[in-house]
Nanobody
Framework: ERRLVESGGGLVQTGNSLRLSCVPSGFVFGDYLIGWFRQAPGKEREGVSC????????YSSDSTKGRFIISGDNVRNEVFLQMNSLQPEDTAIYYC?????????????????????WGEGTLVTVSS
């Protein structure tokens, strides 16, 4: 069974940092592209960033560009989302996703297409 397992969420104050981790089970990253999406309470899910671990290319949303950094480790088979200068509006459940079609529309969309399966999510709460 193919799975994605996220970790690293938590409660932080405004301006602080967190690093999320996504680890695959039952497959290797070369089979898919990996993305991070988030869903805040009462809001639609949105794409945050995604990466092609094979060549390191990535997309990032305008709201997180310059603050969030996505990276991948082929040896550890792990993808990270380093989140810096966190703001209350970053509060959301963050989901790791296995993407089957690498495009900006898929990576930064709502995840309604182009995603084969999801992790269970990790909660990030930023207090003001």
């Amino acid at each position: 069974e193919r799975r994605l397992v996220e970790s690293g969420g938590g409660l932080v104050q405004t301006g602080n940092s967190l690093r999320l981790s996504c680890v695959p089970s039952g497959f290797v990253f070369g089979d898919y592209l990996i993305g991070w999406f988030r869903q805040a309470p009462g809001k639609e899910r949105e794409g945050v960033s995604c990466i092609n671990v094979s060549d390191g290319s990535s997309y990032s949303s305008d709201s997180t560009k310059g603050r969030f950094i996505i990276s991948g480790d082929n040896v550890r088979n792990e993808v990270f989302l380093q989140m810096n200068s966190l703001q209350p509006e970053d509060t959301a459940i963050y989901y790791c996703a296995a993407i089957n079609y690498y495009s900006e529309d898929v990576c930064l969309g709502t995840g309604s297409y182009g995603v084969d399966f999801w992790g269970e999510g990790t909660l990030v709460t930023v207090s003001s």
